[in-house]
């Protein structure tokens, strides 16, 4: 089996040359993201360098309680970024969005890991944290888009929502035209990526475990079983978020609270 060929500071600190390429395409179409760009890369960084050096010792120690606690923190940290990326309220959202995360965390992982990894414990930390975090870093994504979807199309057309009230319809009734809006538009994009994924890229696990000498047949299984897992992890994460987070948006008249 062969090594993998570790990347050098030196090296590591050239890599981020190829970010003048962006950041001139952006400076000269003033687009106002340079100061932004730069920010977020600093932070990607920093946060990177510190998990890589956590994860040493987290790998190391193995334990089920440090490595739930490690992904319940990662939960928590995605609730806030996918609240403030929809431009919702944090007291309203909050709750249902980290509920919905730690469910479908909790039947992803327990399915994936439990029963078709078949592992003894579901906590093993070279499973757990890195599976579950590209299942909540996949997810971040398309929670936002469908957050955004369903509320903006929502407050636009409450007219519409409140037509189908005063017709009889029950509010799952006068909201399924929303959920329909906002699932294709957070979705099409994953299903068109999923369709054609193994054409046109080599996904983040399957190369790392080929650089950790896999097989490619194995990490190609490992891959499929990714992509179904976050697909699917998705899709019920969407589902959960909006139809908890529904209980708490409406006032007793069924009407669409304004601190939403």
Known sequence: MKEVIDISYLSLFLGYVLLFIPIIILWYYKTGLVKDTLIAVARMTVQLLLVGVYLEYI????SYLINLAWVIVM????????????????????????????????????????????????FDARYFIPITGMLLGNTIR??????????????KEQNSY????????????????????AMRKAFNP????TAIMGLISLPGMMTGQILGGSSP???????????????????????LTINISNFFTFDKFENLKKKV
Not at 218 to 239: D, E, H, N, P, R
């Open 59 to 62: 790998f190391e120690i193995n």
């Open 75 to 122: 939960t928590i940290i995605a609730s806030f970024t996918i609240i403030k990326r929809s431009g919702l309220s944090y007291k309203i959202f909050f709750l249902p969005v980290l509920l919905s995360g730690v469910i479908s965390i909790a039947v992803t992982d327990a399915y994936f890991l439990g029963f078709i990894i078949n592992l003894e414990s579901v």
């Open 162 to 181: 409140r037509w189908y009230l005063a017709n009889g319809a029950s509010r799952k009734e006068a909201l399924l035209p929303f959920m329909q809006s």
């Open 142 to 155: 398309t929670v936002i888009i469908a957050l955004e979807a369903y509320y903006g199309k929502l407050k």
């Open 217 to 239: 047949s194995v990490a190609i299984k490992y891959q499929i079983m990714l992509l179904i897992t976050i697909f699917s992890s998705g899709i019920l994460t969407v589902f």
């Open 190 to 193: 994953v299903i068109a990526t």
